[in-house]
Nanobody
Framework: VQLQASGGGLVQAGGSLRLSCAAS????????IGWFRQAPGKEREFVAR????????YYVHSVLGRFTISRDNAKNTVYLQMNSLKPEDTAVYYC???????????????WGQGTLVTVSS
């Protein structure tokens, strides 16, 4: 499975961005797609995920009500719509695939290259 993340950029606080994660290869083995982020000097953290079965979603508390994860099965693409962005959302955002519904990094086996989101105050 290959994952290509895109859509990052520079935005002012309160603005919006939409990240995309395009999957290719053996996508039939993917059960769920998750988004993670890593801010400078910090550990990578879980942000959101969407299940391959039924499309159930789950978010870290800090992005609830601001971020929405969705998918387009026809395009093998998962999106992360980010609204009301804050400076603390600044990070490199990664998408990853897992064989199960999880927010644990070690349970994600394929990773995209990351896309940088910078939110200015």
């Amino acid at each position: 499975v290959q994952l290509q993340a895109s859509g990052g950029g520079l935005v002012q606080a309160g603005g919006s961005l939409r990240l995309s994660c395009a999957a290719s290869g053996r996508t039939s083995t993917v059960y769920s797609i998750g988004w993670f982020r890593q801010a400078p000097g910090k550990e990578r953290e879980f942000v959101a995920r969407i299940s391959g079965s039924g499309g159930g979603t789950y978010y870290v508390h800090s992005v609830l009500g601001r971020f929405t994860i969705s998918r387009d099965n026809a395009k093998n693409t998962v999106y992360l719509q980010m609204n009301s962005l804050k400076p603390e959302d600044t990070a490199v955002y990664y998408c990853a695939s897992s064989y199960r519904d999880s927010d644990l990094i070690h349970e994600y086996d394929y990773w995209g290259q990351g896309t940088l989101v910078t939110v200015s105050s």
